[in-house]
């Protein structure tokens, strides 16, 4: 296996960004806790695309495909049953600067094709996830507040997002 | 440099899951365990399993957080709904909602 070595060191510089999240994940409020896991979601992504041409393995893209479809869904979930997502701007210029800074690179290297297609996309569902998440939403409805009557499950992630 | 990832994601994945039990209110602990979830799937990116990576990053980050609040949300309501009044649950009809509140009750004596 011949591995670049310049993709994984730029690779390591997100992983080592998480371990100063993690300690907020494990010590903070816990919508300081919501926060920092859509922030570790995030740069966990970028670590997968970097390490991805770092192994020279494009299939490794798939993983940060599946990242970044997971990411959002999941923290608006939780955002529903923590009571609201406090609007996040570490997340959003995370994201604005990040994204760009690692697929304009990473499609350079690819070259025209199918695998710059894929880390198009794979970016835009980042910027889009961590645009719509760090915006915040406001508790629409308490989560004791029904008593009797159980709420459809198919709408807590419409409910999260207004 | 392969080594330098790997041992930083071994690092990660050993304090979060040591963070995950020291944790002990359950909301919490699902938000540690979706970051473990994901220091996981890093770590094996990098042993070059991505197939374990793919079906950790589904399971872990996703499912198993998401089970265990919505665990956590179905067990206060029924304890909160038993508070108020027995009857209630009865006249649902769903023998799951009864079993749970029953559970919850006694989660909470």
């Known amino acids: 296996m011949r591995a670049s070595e310049g993709w994984l060191v730029a690779a390591a510089v997100p992983l ?59 923290t608006l979930v939780y955002a529903r049953f923590l009571g609201g997502l406090p609007p996040a701007r570490i997340v959003r210029w995370t994201a604005l600067a990040g994204v ?40 629409v409805t308490e989560p004791d507040a029904p008593s009797g009557a159980p709420e459809p499950p198919g709408g807590d992630e419409a409910a999260a997002r207004d | ?55 950790q990053l589904a399971v872990g980050s996703a499912v198993t957080p998401l089970m265990i609040v919505l665990t956590v949300g179905k067990v206060r309501r029924g304890s909160t709904s038993r508070e108020h009044s027995i009857d209630d649950d009865d006249d649902d009809g769903g023998e799951g909602d009864v079993g749970d509140a029953g559970d919850a009750g006694e989660e909470a004596r």
């Open chain 2, 1 to 55: 440099m392969t080594d330098v990832l790997i041992a930083v994601a071994l690092f990660l994945v050993a304090a979060t899951a040591t963070a995950a039990v020291l944790n002990r209110e359950p909301l919490r602990q699902a938000l540690v365990l979706s970051f473990l979830g994901l220091a996981l799937t890093l770590l094996f990116t990098f042993v070059q399993a991505p197939d374990v990576a793919l079906s």
């Open chain 1, 100 to 139: 760009p800074a690692a697929v304009v690179p990473l499609c350079v290297a690819a070259g025209p094709g199918r695998q710059t297609v894929k880390l198009l996309v794979i970016g835009a569902l980042l910027l889009a996830g961590a645009l719509v998440t760090s915006a915040g939403s406001q508790p």
């Open chain 1, 16 to 74: 080592l960004c998480l371990l100063p999240v993690l300690w907020y994940v494990v010590r903070g409020e816990p919508r300081t806790r919501l926060v920092a896991q859509n922030l570790a979601q995030l740069l966990a992504a970028f670590v997968l695309l970097l390490s991805a041409q770092g192994f020279n393995r494009p299939t490794y893209l798939d993983l940060a495909l599946v990242l970044a479809v997971l990411a959002p869904a999941g």
